[in-house]
């Protein structure tokens, strides 16, 4: 049944949930704007993997082979210590060895481009920061910094972490006492990292720029709470990664300021980080912390110092490889996370980061909003009317299909990073246990799936069954 005519949808926010919402909609030929606060899309940030769960969806999309293209398959993951011992590998392919199940491996800048380049100028418009949404009878009329005025019959909040679209429906649910306690906590953060990607590198420097796969090296730091990651990526590029637990949390944590993981929606009931970091330098986070501008360059250097005596896998210093990477691409990242419990009010629904903030490890942020928006578009495209009652209904299944795979995919992303990130002796005991016998729920992160089930758009035709990763 096709959507219902005129049927116009608001999408907030150009992020990777935004814009392949948008490219979903295109297709079922339903109407949507997008408005984006930044005045110029700047590409940030650095590898992002997506999952083989998720390429049926993308091939439908048309997207495949350029994808791919862009894209290295994960083979693996090798642990190292920081003087280079090896602690551990994770063969990735282990258990999925059929083809088109491994996680495809890419710059998040190139695939955000990508993305980009497939909606119609008129469709986007930036500049345009949210602030405020009134629900009509028949629609809800969304209002930007500027005081221009957007109509559309729904509104799809996928402005991430910090989303206005959730602040202004929570702010409505909690005058009318209807909010859940878990959504009044805010964000849970106890890690920070700053992420690179470095400009075009000499092969002959750097052979194992040529591999056709990517093997992601972890160095890993002894007693100082710092490890580093690095990957090659299309394009004679390295990737890298320098995080650790964040000075201020650890802080916090001898103090009050911490919310406690019990507060914390994700439940797992992990212990807490040890609060011994104390080296006396000043938090970078301090003024900004749980700001929007997390991702941006400008306060990202300092943590980089940590690694400075880490042993370069690919010879030489890790410090060549952080050097070699443009300012503009480093950027400062909270590892927050958070599991909405509230995805819907009215005829407002969050996707993506908006209502799932997972640590970023493995591009289950991203893989989890495709799988979202590709749910959503389904079910917008079958819906029976523009009625407040009928959205409704769509979006309360939405949430029923979607909310579980989510919080599975935000639960094991917790998991890797305490045991990547996590320090001491029992730390050092469970790596090397996990690291020997692979548990399911960590190939069930990196690759995405151990049921070969991939959901598809229902309303396009099959996909061609490329899904040729080698
Ligand atoms: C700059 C950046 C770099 C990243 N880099 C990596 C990475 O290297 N590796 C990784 O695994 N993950 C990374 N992520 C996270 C990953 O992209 C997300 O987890 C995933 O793609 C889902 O994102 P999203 O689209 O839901 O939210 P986001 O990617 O956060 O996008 C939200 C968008 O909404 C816009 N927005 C916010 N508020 C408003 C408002 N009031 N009005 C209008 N627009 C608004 C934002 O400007 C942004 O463009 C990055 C995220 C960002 C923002």
Not at 289 to 316: H, L, M
Not at 322 to 350: F, N, Q
Not at 447 to 455: F, S, V, Y
Request: glycine share 10%; with cysteine.
């Amino acid at each position: 049944m096709p959507p219902p005519s005129d049927l116009r949808v608001i999408i907030v926010g150009a992020g990777l949930a935004g814009l392949i919402m948008a490219i979903m909609l295109e297709k079922a030929g339903i109407d949507y704007h997008i408005l984006e606060q930044a005045s110029r899309l700047r590409p940030l940030g650095t590898s992002i993997s997506l999952h083989p769960v998720i390429l049926d969806i993308v091939d439908q999309l048309g997207l495949l082979d350029e994808m791919v293209a862009m894209s290295k398959p994960l083979r693996g993951i090798t642990v190292l210590s920081s003087k280079g011992r090896k602690v551990g590998r994770i063969d990735t392919r282990s258990k999925k060895q059929k083809r088109g199940h491994q996680a495809m491996v890419m710059s998040r800048p190139d695939l955000h481009e990508l993305l980009l380049s497939k909606i119609p100028a008129q469709k986007l418009t930036t500049g345009m920061r949210v602030l405020g949404m009134t629900e009509t009878q028949s629609g809800v009329l969304v209002t930007c910094a500027d005081e221009s005025t957007f109509f559309g019959h729904l509104v799809v909040g996928a402005d991430g972490a910090y989303s206005a679209t959730r602040r202004i429906m929570y702010s409505d649910l909690k005058m009318q006492g209807l909010l859940p306690e878990a959504d009044k906590t805010p964000l849970y953060v106890d890690k920070q990292c700053v992420v690179g990607m470095t400009c075009p590198l000499d092969p002959v420097k750097y052979p194992v720029l040529l591999d056709s796969g990517c093997e992601v090296k972890v160095l890993l730091g002894k007693d100082q709470h710092t490890s580093m990651w690095i990957l090659p990526l299309q394009g004679n590029r390295l990737a890298w990664c320098v995080g650790g637990p964040d000075p201020q949390m650890m802080m916090q944590d001898t103090g009050s300021g911490r919310s406690s993981p019990s507060n914390h929606s994700h439940g797992s009931g992990r212990q807490s980080p040890p609060s011994s970091i104390g080296r006396g330098r000043q938090s970078p986070t301090s003024s900004g912390r749980n700001s929007p501008q997390d991702w941006y360059p400008e306060t990202a250097v300092e943590i980089c110092e940590d690694v400075r005596n880490f042993k370069c896998p690919y010879g030489g210093s890790v410090m060549d490889i952080i050097d070699a990477t443009p300012k503009g691409l480093v950027s400062k990242v909270l590892l927050e996370e958070k599991m909405c419990c509230t995805w819907y009010h009215g005829r407002i629904v969050l996707i993506g980061d908006a209502c799932h903030k997972i640590v970023p490890f493995f591009g289950q942020g991203a893989s989890q909003a495709i799988l979202d928006a590709a749910c959503l578009v389904n079910m917008l495209y079958d819906l029976p009317s523009r009625s407040s009652a009928d959205l409704t209904a769509i979006f309360k299944s939405y949430v029923e299909q979607r909310s579980g795979p989510a919080r599975v995919a935000s639960d094991s992303s917790r998991e890797f990073a305490d045991l990547i990130y996590d320090q001491g002796f029992k730390a050092d005991v469970a790596r090397s246990i996990v690291l020997r016998f692979t548990p399911m729920w960590l190939l069930r992160m990196i690759t995405g799936t151990t049921t070969g089930i991939r959901p598809g758009l229902t309303f396009l035709p099959p996909p061609t069954g490329t899904g040729k990763l080698l």
